[in-house]
């Protein structure tokens, strides 16, 4: 953007933002706060926040922009670009790219298709990408590895994991144990299911304000360098890759919807959060704790609907 266009981005941001903040304090219906987590199930479903980093590093953000949430599955995001790394196209042979059409903890396609799960944001695909980052490490030292990744991208070594979140995924992810025990029957974990779920429980229990989850993510915006301190995190290419698979699976079988509603690559986690790229223009972290029928933030996905618009923000 040359800097007519970001300080006419700027000025429309600082109309914008007090206007969807006003307009979502009213709405009474706010879906539903995640119930088969336990620490998740007592969040206030009134929390809003929202932070907009621009290629300049300006970060603009409105309500409860600097209150950590459990990122969920935004994680998948991060661990998905480090097992790429790992990997690189050779993570291919062991998930697919294609969305799923179903709920993000289905287990119903994975026999069909004899333990390659569709794309790696279902919970099946994230499973696998965890396997690659545990390769022959301890699990402590791989979940290290990836929160180290989320410090380092948002330049904040405050962010953590919430050890009672991650305690209560273990606690009651019988679902996960189920999909990784399949896995492993047909021969896509090489560690054992309880390990390799003891990384993908912690990943997803990483705390994050609005403002560093967007600060994190702002690589993908311009082509796989980091604004924040010029770092090259992944090769422009791959940058495209992993905002197309945000745009097709990012939102599970709410994919297409949010597609159509708001146009630009995003991946959703059960906390409420949503990680949305514009690229070349925006990293936006929003959250809004109240689940829609899929599992994606309510109201969080109406104000990226709203922002979008009124910014004429899309990739189509
Ligand atoms: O595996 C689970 O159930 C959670 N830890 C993550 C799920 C999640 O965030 C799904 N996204 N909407």
């Known amino acids: 953007m040359t800097t007519d266009q970001l300080a006419d981005v700027k000025f429309r941001l600082s109309e914008v933002l007090p206007q969807i903040a006003a307009h979502l304090s009213q709405r009474s219906e706010r879906g539903q706060v995640a119930q088969y987590i336990p ?9 809003f926040g929202m932070a907009i980093v621009l290629n300049d590093n300006s970060v603009h ?30 993570l291919w042979r062991r998930v697919g790219r294609e ?14 298709e004899k333990g390659i799960p569709r794309n790696p944001f279902i919970n099946a695909g994230a499973i696998v ?9 301890e699990p402590r030292e791989t979940i290290g590895e990836i929160l180290r990744f989320v410090q380092f991208l948002a330049e904040d070594s405050d962010i953590s994991i919430d050890p009672f979140v991650a305690q209560a995924e273990t606690a009651t992810g019988f679902g996960n144990f189920a999909l990784a025990n399949l896995l492993k029957a047909n021969g896509n974990l090489q560690n054992l299911p ?21 600060q994190a993510g702002a ?30 699976c990012g939102h599970y079988n709410g994919s297409g919807d949010f597609a159509y509603r708001v146009g630009v690559p995003a991946k959703s986690g059960v906390g409420g959060g949503v990680l949305a790229i514009v690229p ?11 689940l829609n029928q899929h599992g994606n933030s ?10 979008c618009k009124e910014m004429r923000w899309s990739v189509f």
């Open 39 to 47: 620490p998740l199930a007592r969040i206030d479903p009134g929390k």
């Open 61 to 90: 953000a409105i309500g409860d922009a600097q209150e950590a949430f459990s990122i969920q599955s935004i994680s998948k995001v991060f661990a998905l670009t480090l097992a790429l790394g790992k990997l690189g196209d050779g």
């Open 99 to 112: 969305p799923s059409g179903d709920a993000f903890n289905s287990i119903v396609l994975l026999e069909h």
């Open 129 to 137: 990408t965890s396997d690659v980052l545990l390769a022959s490490h």
């Open 194 to 214: 309880e390990q390799v779920l003891g990384v993908y429980h912690h990943q997803c229990s990483i705390a994050m304000t609005c403002r560093q989850l967007a």
């Open 219 to 248: 690589f993908l915006v311009s082509e796989g360098r980091n604004p924040l301190n010029g770092f090259q995190i992944v090769a422009p290419e791959r940058a495209r890759r992993i905002n197309a698979l945000m745009m097709t």
């Open 280 to 290: 070349r223009i925006a990293s936006i972290a929003v959250w809004s704790p109240g």
């Open 298 to 307: 309510l109201l969080g996905t109406e104000a990226l609907e709203m922002l």
